[in-house]
């Protein structure tokens, strides 16, 4: 395992110096669900709830979470981005909107806790903006899926058990489909 690069050999942390680093394009892209009653989910896509968009507010927020990285995240690297574009795409087999965002940037450090932030806002916005509707709405999943740039290069997320849809303990299985919520009968 490497060594933990926010700790200084007494144990305190400390913003890493990336003076020295080459600059690089550096493009990282982080995923996450948020996951909703099927009417919830309809009622979205629709475009009824009493808030407004919610997937182009949720979308606008991303940006702005995006924007702000640096001030939430207490050792993060201020970035010079150089773009973001965010998905999120209604799964309605699974109850879920998948949020996808994909972060980039020419620059010393790389720009991977900027994707996951814009990716937890996006989430974070969606249940704002539903809970009204649907207290029970869950967030999922917020994960880096890949990386490139930098001297460690290329690194993707294996598909695996993360990008799986979960049961909750006590769920049964009868009558679903892909692990989604249970079919209303009638």
């Known amino acids: ?38 009417e919830t989910l309809d009622a ?3 475009g009824i709830m009493g808030k407004g968009d919610v997937l182009g507010i949720a979308r606008v927020a991303a940006i702005a979470g995006l924007k702000r990285t640096s001030e939430l995240i207490p050792l993060c690297h201020p970035l010079p981005l150089t773009d973001l ?33 814009a990716a937890s806002v996006a989430a974070l916005t969606i249940y704002d903006m539903v809970k009204g509707v649907e207290r029970g709405v869950e967030i999922r999943g917020i994960r880096l899926v890949s990386k490139t740039g930098g001297k460690s290069g290329e690194w993707a997320r294996e598909r695996g058990d993360a990008d799986k849809p979960r049961r909750r303990p006590g769920d049964r299985t009868k ?11 009638g």
């Open 85 to 117: 574009v965010v998905g999120i795409t209604p799964d309605r087999a699974a109850g879920v909107l998948r949020i996808r965002a994909e972060a980039a940037t020419t620059a010393q450090t790389g720009v991977e806790m900027e994707a996951m932030t």
């Open 44 to 46: 979205v896509g629709a």
């Open 175 to 185: 009558g679903r489909i892909g692990g989604g919520r249970p079919r209303k009968s």
């Open 1 to 38: 395992m490497s060594k933990l690069t926010h700790f200084d050999d007494g144990g305190h942390a400390h913003m890493v110096d990336v003076g020295k680093k080459p600059e690089t394009e550096r493009v990282a892209v982080a995923a996450g669900a948020v996951e909703m009653k099927r």
